[in-house]
């Protein structure tokens, strides 16, 4: 009897935890005992930690973020009576008909935004006269363009109570700042979109060709991710048919190409403010299999300078823009 030194090892989620520790042996039994406990205790405790930063911690904040909005929360978006005017906007006939809509879209009525001219392009949308003709559906993708510009636009429609920047800070090239929130009005020509991404019915998600993904166009308008580099994609990043921006395009059947068989349709299915954006979430997006941080409400897993070689912003942009992404040039590269 005598001492001795012990190796004891913890193995946790993220690491393995070797300990050695001195142990008297002629020292009284109970004493051995306790130090045995001691160093037990200790290594949990180590474990537990380590598991810990294995997962992503809980945010500080409630899931809505800046949508909370100086905490009115919902109500801020949703007036639970009388529309528009439970909130004090305009009174219309049919506010609040749709999702308990609470901000004023009088302004935007038979209003037309052009977005995003490429170069080759423009892409436009007009807002009907929900007065008269008000929408089927709170997911009607012109309604979510108007509801989200009863905000964001900050031109034709007031801004409410937003300052017009995001409280989500960004930092480029050692520079930081808080991006522009107000689409409309945003330091550039006021009522110029053209520097805003596409949305409305001419802004289709497309598949085949030189800047598309290898993927199917089915019946209905929503689009199947099955040739060799974009179901790699949904390996690499996540399967963004289920959880991701292709689930979440306006949805418009696909008009059948003659005389192709098997049968082959071309897209007619959109993209609005909410294909990109969940409005719901601000840091965590629930990729279907794991939480994955995010910024800006983007819906998919969106973490750009996370590290130097951080690639999660690109791949989100590659949800559609599938001629840029690594395996429509062979490449397999996992998301970081």
């Known amino acids: 009897m005598g001492k001795e030194v012990r190796r004891i090892a913890y193995s946790g989620v993220s ?7 001195e142990i008297d042996e002629t020292k009284p039994k109970r004493e051995v005992e ?6 037990v205790a200790l290594l949990l405790t180590l474990g537990m930690a380590g ?5 992503i911690t809980s945010p500080t904040q409630d899931v809505l973020g800046a949508h909370n909005v100086y905490g009115r929360g919902c109500i801020a978006c949703h007036a639970p009576h009388s529309g528009a005017a439970g909130n ?3 009174t219309s006939a049919n506010s609040g008909n749709l999702a308990l809509w609470g901000e004023d879209l009088t302004p935007l009525y038979g209003q037309t935004f052009v977005f995003g001219n490429s170069g080759r392009s423009t892409y436009s949308i007009t807002i009907p006269n929900y007065g008269t003709t008000p929408p089927t559906s709170a997911s009607d993708g012109t309604f979510v363009v108007a509801a989200c510009l009863s905000c964001h636009d900050g031109n034709i429609a007031k801004v409410g109570m937003m300052k017009g920047t995001s409280v989500e800070t960004v930092t480029i090239n050692g520079a930081t700042f808080n991006p522009p929130t107000l689409l409309g009005n945003d330091g550039s020509t006021p009522g110029n979109y053209l520097n805003d991404h596409p949305v409305g019915p001419q802004a289709v998600v497309s598949c085949g060709g030189q800047y598309n993904w290898d993927c199917v166009v089915n019946s209905n308008g929503s689009i199947s991710f099955t040739g060799p580099g974009s179901s790699q ?6 399967d963004v048919t289920k959880t991701g921006p292709i689930s979440a395009i306006v949805k418009v059947p696909g008009t059948l190409v003659t005389g192709s068989n098997p049968p082959t349709y071309t897209s007619n299915s959109w993209v609005t403010c909410t294909t990109c954006h969940d409005q719901h979430d601000m840091t965590y997006f629930n990729t279907g299999s794991a939480i994955k941080p995010t910024h800006f ?9 996370n590290t130097t070689t951080s690639n999660s912003a690109a791949q989100f942009c590659r949800t559609c823009h599938g001629g840029e992404a690594n395996e429509m040039h062979g490449q397999t590269v996992p998301t970081t």
């Open 15 to 21: 690491k393995a935890i070797v300990v050695e520790v």
């Open 34 to 39: 306790v130090m045995k406990r001691i160093v």
């Open 233 to 238: 994609f949904l390996v690499d990043y996540f």
């Open 297 to 305: 409400f983007v819906r998919g897993w969106y973490d750009p300078g």
């Open 88 to 90: 004090g906007g305009a």
């Open 51 to 55: 598991y810990a930063a294995a997962q």
